[in-house]
């Protein structure tokens, strides 16, 4: 695609947004740089030569649009820059917020996976609504929640009381698991919530919560708010912690695993790369779950030469 048609394309998703957001949510940088573009498009008062000499001098669009998030309630800022070669090129999306929910720490998490996400879509093809419309249903994940009153915290600790009467095995089958910002997550909820398992990463992508029925189940939730091409959860176990005489059963007879970690297993092939599910099997054997095995993938196990 020539240079001149991308930028007849910066120029008609830079006509939609401002369709969409009121003048004072959309600001261009540099209006001048919108006025040359569109002489660059129609040819007006260019020369075969001028033109040439303006698309070798041609500015960056860069622009700013103010969002409104429902949850949390809060303005955003998007900061956009699209590259020269933009939608063949990767455009620049920063978001910044002077709300007191956010911190420094989490605006950086947030425009990591922003990249992370425009980064996944499609070469070619427009994407700064999409990368908008994307920040406006992920935000919540990214702020600080409020301080509950004692009230509320009285019932949540009513309510977990209630739920954990049980404990929960999760098994957890997605299409794939590669973005190390969702890796990252999963072990960090893996140390911040009570709960045992595994992830493995890879195609497909196996993750195992167990741990107190409340903790399991936030786990899950919490997965299921990323964007995936397709996960679900394959099994659940539930076990409960008092028998019929009233005996408590300690949290380490259930568990089938000691942490929570990433596992990996003879990791071969490029960017779509698989596990060796021989030595995954294996694995599964050696907790005392390799029945599981046929319930997430459909065959029956079969321990590799690898893993003997």
Known sequence: MEKRELIELQLSEVEMLQSMFPNEEFCVDDPSV??????IVSDQGYSHDSTATALEGYRQITFTIKIKVEEPEC??????????????????????????LFTRQQQKRLNDDVAEHILSLDRGELCIGEAIQWIRENTYKYVEPPSPSKD?????????TKHDDTFTRLWIHSHHIYSKFKRRDILDWGAELPVTGFCLPGKP????????????EEFWNRL???????????????FPFCDGKGQLTPVSDLRKFSGFEEKEFAVRGGRDYHMDLG??????????????????LGVDGKVSSKAE
């Open 205 to 216: 992508g196996i993750i195992c919560i167990e741990g107190e029925k409340s903790s399991a």
């Open 34 to 39: 919108i006025s040359e573009a569109r002489s």
């Open 152 to 160: 509320k915290s009285l019932s949540n600790l009513s309510k977990k």
């Open 279 to 296: 030595m995954f099997f294996k694995f599964l054997e050696e907790h005392n779950c390799g029945s599981v095995f046929k319930i997430l």
């Open 75 to 100: 303005d955003l800022h998007v900061i956009c820059l699209l590259p020269e070669m933009y939608p063949q090129d990767v455009p620049e999306v920063l978001v910044r917020s002077d709300a007191p």
């Open 224 to 238: 299921r708010r990323m964007n995936w091409k397709k996960i679900s959860c394959k099994h659940r176990e539930d």
